[in-house]
């Protein structure tokens, strides 16, 4: 099924959820939708017969300055079709629903884009840092993050 058969059958499922079909070769087509019920739509998404996404191959955060983004790369192994969701956060409450317990692998990717951006996956089971120490202040690849000179009295090389 192409992005956008996929769109109108969201859209219909959906409603005001699902924003617009960024079609823009040579980069990924996506959905861009609202992320207050991104784990309904991703249910949706692996449940549907239609559809059958039923592997997470990526999930990646972005710091778009004035938001957060969160990437879901979706394929479906039946079915061999694929498809990107984008949604977007504020900095201010960088808050969305867990999708680890519709697709496993999201666990280690949700935790990495806790860890590096801040952004909380309301309902996971173990949002805890998974690359910095427990204890690391801020999140690294925020583009307003300022690396700390030390960390428990030792110098932080760069």
């Known amino acids: 099924m ?18 617009e079909l960024v079609e823009n070769p040579p980069s990924d087509s996506f959905i861009l939708v609202k992320p207050q019920k991104i784990d309904e739509i991703c249910q949706f998404l ?13 999930l990646s955060g972005l710091d778009l300055k004035e938001n957060l983004g ?12 694929r498809l990107v969701l984008k949604t977007l956060v504020s900095k201010e409450n960088p808050t969305l629903p867990t ?9 280690w990717h949700e935790r990495e ?25 801020g ?13 428990h009295g030792n110098k932080v090389p760069y």
Not at 46 to 58: E, G, P, V
Not at 70 to 81: A, E, G, Q, T
Not at 99 to 107: F, H, K, L, P, V
Not at 139 to 151: G, I
Request: proline residues 4%; glycine residues 4%; negative net charge.
């Open 99 to 107: 999708i680890e317990r519709i697709w496993r692998t999201a666990d």
């Open 46 to 58: 692996r449940d549907d017969d239609a559809l059958h996404f039923d592997y997470l191959t990526l």
């Open 2 to 19: 192409k992005p956008n058969e996929i769109f109108t059958k969201l859209k219909v499922h959906f409603g005001e959820e699902i924003l």
């Open 113 to 137: 884009a806790y860890d590096m951006f801040g952004i909380i996956f309301n309902g996971h089971r173990n949002l805890i840092r998974i690359l910095c120490p427990y204890d690391w202040e």
């Open 70 to 81: 969160i990437v879901y790369h979706l394929f479906s192994m039946k079915l061999k079709h």
């Open 139 to 151: 999140y690294p690849l925020r583009k307003d993050y300022k690396a700390p000179e030390e960390y």
